[in-house]
């Protein structure tokens, strides 16, 4: 499952940056999550993956670490020809309908 993960920090103490990093330093994704794209937003306030993972358990293996001072969002994603079709689908059906 392809996902759009968020997440923003919620601590952001000299302490908890600290310990944060040292997290970071020794971290390393769980079997059955493959990152696509990972980046910290420029402001520091938080960052945005492409991440895709096997199942919802490797999600929550891999954001667990991280929840002393990171929130998450996650949202499933596609590519937009898929979901267009659905769409359409959705419109067609509707149309039936009196």
């Known amino acids: ?12 103490t000299e302490d908890a940056e600290r310990r944060h990093l040292a997290v970071f330093e020794q971290w390393r ?3 059955g999550a493959d990152f696509k794209a990972f980046y ?21 293996r891999t ?12 949202t499933p994603i596609e590519p937009v020809e898929q979901t267009i ?4 689908e959705a419109l067609a059906f509707r149309d039936t309908v009196s």
């Not at 499952?1 to 952001?12: A, G, K, N, P, R």
């Not at 991280?66 to 969002?73: D, K």
Request: proline share 10%; glycine share 6%; no cysteine.
């Open 1 to 12: 499952m392809l996902l759009h993960v968020t997440w923003e920090f919620i601590d952001m």
């Open 29 to 31: 994704p769980p079997a």
């Open 40 to 60: 910290n937003f420029a402001d520091n306030s938080g960052g945005v993956a492409i991440l895709d993972v096997d199942s919802p358990a490797t999600l929550a």
């Open 63 to 74: 954001t667990a670490p991280w929840v002393p001072w990171l929130r998450f969002r996650a």
């Open 85 to 88: 079709a659905i769409r359409g």
